[in-house]
């Protein structure tokens, strides 16, 4: 259809001034006209004072997965996208869940010093001071333990960390180590001390990185107070996150065994997180060697790494118990296909009162579907489903999204185009990260944004800041790792996935505990509610977009760009490796490092590594390019001039593409993780790793896997793009 | 002469296995090897015992310049050189310098703390007790004040510091600053705030750069307690050393007015240092914007700039007064050239008790005095005469190098071979540093040289070390700044200079405090003294080879290396700064940098900054090819096979050749430095420049000053070349 000129011009007089005339991605001209005025539309419907209102109510008791603030949040959700005319219904799993029964930490060497392990209420919180249904401090899906022993400092608690330690002649089997929190997802470091022979795990907020070194501390401003502690799971989410009891299998039965031996993900040793409060009396009665300069902390003393003089005793006993996680799921159905699903979801449950993470996000997806439910009074309607879904247990190991897409595994890998995350906003810039096949679709959205402090679009702040902190300035997703819902999506399913935020300004340092209430949040993080507001416009663009779309704004090329430079990446690392490892052990050989060691200090010299040898590329190389000419054939279709049947058939290939990324096995030792482009490493937690199967085995010098791996990842590879040139060709015929 | 087999076979079975036959520059094969025995029996004449005795006795009492301490010293150490049969005098001569009269730092607004400004006596610590005779905590030539002003914090206080403060929209006029210790020599620290209006300044030792950060605090470790400070001057010896009254004079003269006023190099505001115990009230108070995340430090507060509303008043007078500087000189006179001198030296005076600094550098140097003594008891002359120096009032100011230096200047330019600095010593790893005519000569005494603790080669050790850090494993003389008595000799002067120390491993933090006490030292720098006997061992060889040698191992082609790498180096930075320049630029122009500042923090744009031109640097790249030209055709001239007459005629012109260096201009606003090749930096003090009236210009972009310059240095240089190649012509000839 084309519209005639004269059309047009009365559009763009109707039309506000500041109303893009840009195209937008999978729609024809004249549409993109039509959903920019919606979306005009849609801006308009929402409501500010919506926010301030959900956020106070949703953030005035504690709300974790099995509470009884949980099951309310999940019914006024689900009521609300009730009442605006949503498919509603709450949706309830039972995984194991467990909540602490017993949690003392005692330092009974060389003075005795029992942890506090609470956090007090403070002046002008008003939720901080409620202290019933809360959950304490604690690291959930640690196992129970009473252990004694000597204490050891391993700064991050990472496995360099514990090479170091042992040149220092630091064994820290039969002990227990203190990690501070950073550097890795949290979970890493109890499987890391585990692995090295520790018997227990205190992880602290280091003042440097998380408290006063950072900003003052609250309540006289954002960050974390001495006794203000990190909540957190443990549970070894880089195997597989959900249920630890039903991985792969939707946890609906609620007569099983909550049997935590029975779990893989559960730690092997008892692990708590403690406040720099508690963590200065033990530290301070550390002796043995100063830790190395870059080990130091914040605290006021000098930080030692033991082992002893202090010695701690960590008892740790939990209900082990099934907990009902109740996910809320709304749907709008498509008027034309209502067999393409358009996910959007963000958590609703809390460590306790949670308003930053996740409500700040929850009351964003919920003003999202009550701006459509008021678009669709006027009539209107998607074209393809649109689902919202706001998500329990995220906290304790995305429970809620995990058992929901295990259960409709089948029915999502067929339906869903995408997955669109949340998980709460701050103040700043534009942050989109998620499937390289939605890069120009994203930065069409961002680019369409106004960022509400500065008035330009959020795209182009964020590329000003880039340019100013001196990095290229193009804009494009970064893949994800792990640390909230999209998981199950990306990696097990293969569905294109985003998450997105705002943030960089206005920064807190009450994540996990407390003091996360709507008192702080509305004095530091995003007082007038701002970005929640951007949040809401971009998450509802994004979902209109994608429901509206002429064709699914998918491409191949940027996936191809992203996985050459990965690609690139891992070939790199491995001569660096090679270099490295070549030099390194040149220093041990001709007595370089005893040389330059202290003599009045130990050091146990490394023994030798193995050489790096020369891997063969050639099957990845060959398949990238392979994947370059699939992306240029996809290119060259001209989607607008497709007859509508091939326009569906090249619709339903390119909506099941990414599935064509995953390898049925998995990754190495973790077959739930299926991508072959990315996954959450399996040293980092949260952090991705590109070509994970290859990357990760040339880390670990496993140079037979790192073979094999690139053989694999080149096979799905070319059979991804074997999908994208035969989709082309069909429709190109 | 020739020495035949039979007598070098019989040479090998007297000398202990690990005698070097090595050559040695400036010898002839056999007088190598006499040397090499000589050597041994220098070594073998050293006495560890009398380390001990000496520490503790010049370390029992205060001994600053002007203090009966002082005049004690030079005394003892007169008579010891006496008693050793060297010619020797106490040169006395009166610069001025002030001793704090009133004292007084309190804080007077938002409560009061009045600044304890004391070291109390530590357990353990002997002298610590001491409190009679003592100088206090303060900073040498700040200038009298009474002071009262809101405080700010500015990092380091260098001029980037006020740059980024005026970004934050803060004004330091009329205001009182607080630095931190470190990133620069102190006294550039209230330079610069004056130069930017503030009435008054304070210097503080962080404890994370200076304290429980680093280790353990005095007395269970060797770093610096809470109420430990940094006395030290803060002169702007940038300018000149030596008397603020008489700069290029020596200040023989006892009967002038010690008027400040008259002095250039005085503050032109009142500055004071306070330990880390008392600054933490006044940071505690400061608020404002939090300071940006480098510049928080280790105590356990938010760190924020201010201005106030903590308010301080500072009050200091000082009696103003010539204080007599005793140096100590003592000469053994050569045995065939007379006229050239070795010249070694060392300071006495200490801030206190001054254990490290400067006594385990001044008893090296008097065993080194006794060593040589005691060979010369068995006949042994030196060939060159050899003048041992013992330097009042170095800490000031380097009040006794510099005056007597002025004051002997054109003898000293006659006769002067080289000058060897040392200022203390520590543990661990070799540095020499100096000029790099004495490249060679340096590496060769470190070959020669066995670590005491690894009993390698201390030039292999430190090679070693380079390696392990994974830097380039050659070893070269960095040139030298300021910071001790070389400063004349080397930038004012243009006489070879070294300076050296071991260092690197049994690090302290009582540097300038009291605590730098024979206590602290045997428990935590050198336990028992091997690295002052190293010291000892190094400065006897490099004295006895440069007495000794058949020629002065002086080259000319480590200077052409090393001033074509600071060419390029100023080429490189020219054209870093260009492009920075114009980047930034375009991020000032383009709105970037404005757009990625948070809205909600005051941030005032700087102006665009003119663009780097490019200079013409081949009036330089012309005089530094002269210059290989003219160090290799010396090169080329057989030293072995000179008649005796050509030999004296190339060491005469060698002996001058770094004077040819100097320009007699000096450099731009400080005509004292007049050295082409390196100075103090103007905004660094002890930190080295190269090639500064061309670096300067360019960091400070004064492009015409930089263009000149530039064409300044390449005549000076051209005119070194040219005395290179006619002396080695005429000795080819």
Not at 246 to 274: E, F, L
Request: charge should be negative; charged fraction near 25%; hydrophobic fraction near 35%.
């Amino acid at each position: 259809m084309r519209t005639n000129l004269a059309l047009l011009l009365c559009w763009g007089m109707l039309l506000p001034a500041q109303t893009p005339s840009r195209p937008i991605a999978g729609f024809q001209p004249d549409s993109a006209r039509t959903e920019a005025e919606l979306e005009q539309r849609f801006d308009h419907a929402l409501n500010r004072g919506n926010f301030q209102q959900w956020l106070k109510l949703l953030s005035s008791r504690p709300h974790h997965v099995g509470s009884p603030g949980s099951r309310a949040t999940a019914e006024f959700i689900a009521g609300q996208f009730k009442k605006w005319g949503y498919e509603t219904q709450i949706e309830t799993f039972y995984p194991l869940f467990p909540t602490p029964k017993t949690r003392l930490l005692e330092m009974v060497a060389p003075e005795r010093y029992t942890a506090k392990i609470e956090e007090p209420p403070v002046e002008g919180d008003e939720t901080s001071r409620i202290k019933d249904g809360n959950l304490p401090v604690y690291n959930a899906y640690s196992i129970d333990g009473d252990v004694t022993g000597e204490l050891v400092y391993v700064n991050y608690g990472l496995p360099d960390d514990y090479r170091k330690l042992r040149e220092m002649g630091i064994d820290v089997r039969g002990k227990i180590v203190i990690a501070r929190y950073g550097a890795s997802w949290r979970g890493i470091k109890p499987k890391v001390a585990a692995e090295n022979g520790a018997i227990g795990c205190l992880i602290f907020s280091d003042p440097r990185d998380d408290g006063y070194g950072q900003g003052d501390v609250y309540p006289k401003g954002a960050f974390r107070p001495p006794q203000g502690a990190q909540r957190g799971s443990v549970m070894d989410m880089t195997l597989y996150p959900g249920d630890p009891l039903t991985p792969g299998q939707g946890a609906t039965d609620s007569n099983r065994s909550p049997d935590p031996r029975q779990a893989q993900t559960v730690t092997r040793i008892p692990v708590m997180p403690i406040s720099y409060g508690d963590a200065e009396p033990l530290l301070r009665a550390l002796g043995g060697r100063v830790a190395p300069a870059d080990w130091r902390g914040g605290l006021p003393l000098t930080y030692h790494v033991g082992p002893g003089p202090a010695k701690v005793h960590l008892k740790l006993e939990f209900n082990w118990k099934l907990a009902p996680a109740h996910d809320v799921v709304a749907r709008m159905r498509g008027s034309e296909k209502p067999d393409e699903w358009i996910l959007r979801g963000n958590h609703h449950d809390g460590w306790n009162f949670g308003a930053h993470d996740p409500l700040s996000g929850m009351i964003a997806v919920m003003e999202e579907a009550r701006g459509l439910s008021e678009l669709a009074k006027t009539g209107w309607r998607p074209k393809r489903t649109i689902v919202f879904l706001a998500w329990d247990g995220e906290e304790p190991a995305l429970l809620g999204s995990t058992e929901w897409a295990e259960k409709h595994a089948d029915e999502l890998q067929r339906h869903a185009v995408a997955y669109l995350n949340t998980d709460g906003t701050g103040r700043g810039f534009i942050n989109i990260n998620g499937s390289s096949e939605l890069d120009l679709f994203s930065s069409q959205a961002a680019r369409d944004l106004t960022d509400p402090q500065t008035h330009v679009s959020a795209l182009d702040r964020s590329l000003a800041a880039r340019r100013a902190a001196g990095r290229e300035a193009e804009f494009h997703v970064d893949p994800l790792g792990s640390g909230s819902d999209y998981t199950v999506f990306q990696h097990h399913l293969g569905i294109p996935s985003l998450d997105f935020s705002f943030g960089g300004e206005g920064r807190g340092g009450v994540y996990h505990s407390e003091y996360d209430s709507y008192d702080h949040f509305v004095r530091f993080i995003d007082p007038d509610f701002q970005y929640v507001m951007a949040t809401a416009q971009l998450g509802g663009r994004m979902v209109l977009r994608l429901a509206n779309a002429d064709w699914l704004p998918l491409q191949a090329n940027s996936t191809a760009k992203a996985v050459r430079g990965w690609m690139n990446e891992v070939m790199k690392l491995t001569d660096t490796m090679r270099t490295e490892t070549h030099k390194k052990n040149e220093l041990i050989r001709n007595g370089d490092l005893k040389l330059a060691a202290d003599p009045r200090l130990t050091f146990i010299l490394p023994e030798p590594k193995e050489e790096v040898p020369y891997l063969n590329f050639a099957p990845l190389q060959n398949a990238v390019a392979r994947l370059d000419t699939a992306a240029a054939a996809l290119e060259k279709v001209d989607r607008s001039k497709l007859t509508a049947e091939k326009q569906k058939s090249l619709e339903d290939a390119l909506r099941v593409a990414e599935q064509k990324l995953l390898r049925n096995e998995g990754l190495p030792r973790r077959p739930w993780f299926r991508h072959v482009l990315h996954a959450p490493g399996f040293y980092t937690g949260y952090g991705v790793k590109t070509l994970p199967g290859i990357r990760e085995a040339i880390e670990e010098r496993q140079w037979k896997e790192a073979g094999e791996q690139i053989a694999y990842t080149a096979a799905v590879i070319i059979s991804y793009a074997d999908w994208i040139e035969s989709a082309a060709s069909n429709a190109g015929r």
